[in-house]
Nanobody, 123 residues
Framework: QVQLVESGGGLVQPGGSLRLSCAASGIIFNINAMGWYRQAPGKQRDLVAT???????NYLDSVKGRFTISRDSAKNTVYLQMNSLKPEDTAVYYC?????????????????WGQGTQVTVSS
């Protein structure tokens, strides 16, 4: 199976920046895509940004021009650079990975989730 470890969250003032990191580990054959989702209290979990194995990216409209997703394939790590942060960006951010990996049931394609990292934007 794939394990995801997120880091980089914290408290930042409006207009500030943070960079989130997510490292995938496990017996991985290939990663199809990685991405970031976020969930605020009482709200659904929304897609923020994704990046495929081919480098194609997709963003939530409200973060376009402010957030940038990137990856280091050699390290199986995805990053989310967040600039010009706004209070409405406050949420728990979750890393997601869609990958083919070796599990107890054999080789499988699965979605894996990190435990989440808190991002709070407040003055």
């Amino acid at each position: 199976q794939v394990q995801l470890v997120e880091s980089g969250g914290g408290l930042v003032q409006p207009g500030g920046s943070l960079r989130l990191s997510c490292a995938a580990s496990g017996i991985i054959f290939n990663i199809n895509a990685m991405g970031w989702y976020r969930q605020a209290p009482g709200k659904q979990r929304d897609l923020v940004a994704t990046i495929t194995s081919g480098g194609s990216t997709n963003y939530l409209d409200s973060v376009k021009g402010r957030f940038t997703i990137s990856r280091d394939s050699a390290k199986n790590t995805v990053y989310l650079q967040m600039n010009s942060l706004k209070p409405e960006d406050t949420a728990v951010y979750y890393c997601n990975c869609n990958a083919r990996s070796l599990t107890l049931q054999g080789m499988r394609v699965m979605d894996s989730w990190g435990q989440g990292t808190q991002v709070t934007v407040s003055s």
